[in-house]
C-alpha cells in the first residue's frame, strides 16, 4: 500500500509529518500515486485535502492534530498500515453551486460541509428562496441563510441552531442566520434530490456573499445549489469511531 503524507502548516502537524516520514518513508509516494493519502491537521485542512485531490478519487484517511478533529482519527504513529486497511470507506457527496455576480459573471464550486449567503456590508440580507423552481419564500430578512449536508451538519450549521442529520439521511438542512422575518422561521429539511435558488434582493443597497466551504465570491445576485450526483469524496475512519457514530455522539453532548 503506498502511503503520500500532507500536513497543515501548524506545529503540531508538521512534526507529526516528520515523524510518520521517517517511519514510513519506505511507502511514501506522491498523492498522484498514492493508494491512500494520509492527513495531518484539523478538519479545515481535511476539507482542504478533500477539494484539493477530489479528481484523483484517492480514499483520505485524516489524523487530528487540530482542534474539533470531527473528520479525523485520533493521532498515533505506530501500525498506521493496520489501521488504514481496517478503516471503514464513507462516501461524503458534495453540494455543488453555480453562482452569478452583480456584472453576470458565473462562478462555480463546490462544498463538503455547506453553502452560506452570508450579508455582505452593516445592512440585513433579503433574500427569495425557491425550492424546484417553486418560490418557499418571497423575502426572508436575515444575516444570511446556508444549505448543509449531512456531513457538516454539525459545524455551522449547528451552530446557528440547525439540525444534526445522520450520515446517511437523504436530507439537506436549509437554516436561516439570525432571521428577522418570518420571525419564527427556523428552516427546512430538503429531500437531498432538490435545486435551491437564493436570489439577492434590493442587491444594490444590501450586498451579499455566497460561500462555499472556503471558497468565496461577493456581490452574488443569485445561486443555485444542488447536491453532487457524479462524485462523492471517499474518507477513511476508524472502526471504532466512524462518521455515523460521530454524529450520533454530538447529539448527547
Not at 5 to 19: D, G, L, M, V
Not at 130 to 142: A, G
Not at 178 to 199: C, D, H, I, T
Amino acid at each position: 500500500m503506498l502511503l503520500a503524507f500532507t500536513a497543515s502548516q501548524s506545529p503540531a502537524a508538521q512534526a507529526a509529518f516528520e515523524e510518520l516520514t521517517r517511519a514510513h518513508g519506505q511507502i511514501i509516494t506522491t498523492p498522484e500515486q498514492a493508494d491512500v493519502i494520509v492527513a495531518l491537521g484539523g478538519d479545515g485542512f481535511m476539507l482542504e485535502t478533500l477539494h484539493r485531490y477530489s479528481k484523483l478519487n484517492t480514499p483520505v484517511y485524516g489524523m487530528n492534530r487540530g482542534t474539533v478533529g470531527f473528520l479525523m482519527n485520533s493521532y498515533s504513529a505506530d501500525d498506521l498500515a493496520t489501521r488504514i486497511n481496517a478503516a471503514h470507506q464513507q462516501s461524503i457527496a458534495p453540494l455543488r453551486i453555480s453562482a452569478r455576480d452583480m456584472s453576470g459573471r458565473v462562478f462555480e464550486a463546490s462544498a463538503i460541509n455547506e453553502v452560506s449567503i452570508l450579508r455582505q456590508g452593516p445592512q440585513a440580507a433579503h433574500l427569495r428562496i425557491l425550492v424546484e423552481d417553486r418560490e418557499r419564500l418571497d423575502r426572508l430578512v436575515c444575516d444570511g441563510a446556508m444549505l448543509s449536508t449531512p456531513a457538516g451538519s454539525t459545524a455551522y450549521n449547528f451552530s446557528a441552531g440547525g439540525p444534526i442529520l445522520p450520515i446517511d439521511a437523504n436530507v439537506l438542512a436549509l437554516t436561516p442566520l439570525a432571521a428577522f422575518r418570518p420571525r419564527r422561521w427556523r428552516g427546512a429539511l430538503l429531500p437531498q434530490s432538490a435545486l435551491v435558488r437564493f436570489e439577492t434582493l434590493d442587491a444594490e443597497k444590501r450586498p451579499v456573499m455566497v460561500s462555499a466551504d472556503s471558497i468565496s465570491y461577493e456581490n452574488i445576485a443569485s445561486v443555485e445549489v444542488a447536491l453532487e450526483t457524479r462524485f462523492a469524496h471517499q474518507v477513511l475512519f476508524d472502526p471504532d469511531h466512524g462518521l455515523d457514530d460521530r454524529i450520533l455522539s454530538e447529539q448527547f453532548c
